[in-house]
């Protein structure tokens, strides 16, 4: 199966980062290393890009590998990428994985992802759009009879909307690309809103409102109930005023989990010294996006059925954390 560039630009290594690693801090067999290792992502100006292009660079800068990010679909391809072999790490939702290990994957059905690994949690992601002021959208149930982009049509907001707006009995036109380009054909008025998934804020949210007069929406209270009672995936979270110039009070919506994965087959010694690299360095995270916040030990707790990676397991049972047997693998039960 190859899927690598199956959806344009995709393909695309875009940051690639350095010719050559500097000097290793942490000193261990490397002999079963790769040379080099790639993180998936999505699309160039939604959080993944910049997270994962972010924690690469960290990881080449402390650990002494060549690290980069790619260009992908997001997280249903990242995760199919991650179990057939084609990239080494990536970055998923919870819902969209959930999908995958069951063999439920929009991309690959019936194919179980059963190499695919957690390795540490990232962020909330939030459910969210954008609009012109002035266009008449307040809420997602405005969106009925709209043309809306919901980003690459393997990511989590092209993956869950339209299970939402079913739940809710929203019709609407969907459009599928980048966030970048999403957000150019809204300014350009060739769709009507944009309905995206991703850590808080959304850079190209933040670089539409900065233009021009924006609404940012999202979900009614009692439609966020509702979705919340249907899938157990996702759970209400508030995005705070100051998070956007447009808001002058938080946002009630929903949010899913983000983790960073890796493949079954990656050394286990590289994968401790990746986890052990992010989360030792908090405050470099926090340069790459406020979305680190949350990038945090105790948030493992937010995986419930993702079996952790045995460098994973080693790194956070040396923190103390506890990790259910059931989320142990073969390979780290030893």
Known sequence: MRLRGSLVA???????????????????????????IIVGTASQGGTYFVYGSGWANLVQDVVGINAGAEV?????????????????????????????????????????HDKVRAIFPMYQTSFHGIAPAGAGVGTMRDLAGKTVGFGPATGTAATMYPRFFSTLGVD?????????????????GLI????????????????????????????????????????????????????????????PTLSMWNFAISSADVPESLVYEVVKTVMEN?????????????????????????PFHAGAVRYFQEQGLEIPTELIPAEAAN
């Open 192 to 251: 009507d809103a944009f309905a995206f998934a991703a850590g808080i804020p959304i850079p190209v949210f933040s670089q539409f409102e900065a233009q021009q007069a924006a609404s940012i929406f999202a979900f009614t209270p009692d439609d966020i109930d509702t979705l919340v009672a249907a899938f157990p995936s996702v759970s209400a979270f508030d995005i705070p005023a100051a998070t956007y110039s447009t808001l002058d009070a938080d946002l």
């Open 172 to 188: 609407s036109e969907a459009r599928h690309g980048g966030a970048a380009d999403l957000t150019g054909q809204l300014q350009d």
């Open 282 to 306: 908090h405050d470099r995270m926090l340069q790459v996006h406020k979305a680190a916040k949350e990038t945090l030990a105790e948030n493992i707790i937010y995986n419930a059925f993702l």
């Open 72 to 112: 992908t679909g997001g997280p249903v391809q990242n995760a199919t990428l991650v179990q057939t072999g084609q990239m080494q790490f990536g970055q998923v939702t919870m819902g969209p994985a959930y999908d995958a290990w069951t063999g439920e994957s929009s991309l690959a059905p019936g194919l179980k």
């Open 10 to 36: 995709m393909g695309a290594v875009v940051a690639a980062v350095g010719v050559s690693a500097p000097a290793p801090l942490h000193a261990q067999d490397r002999s079963d290393w790769p040379g080099s």
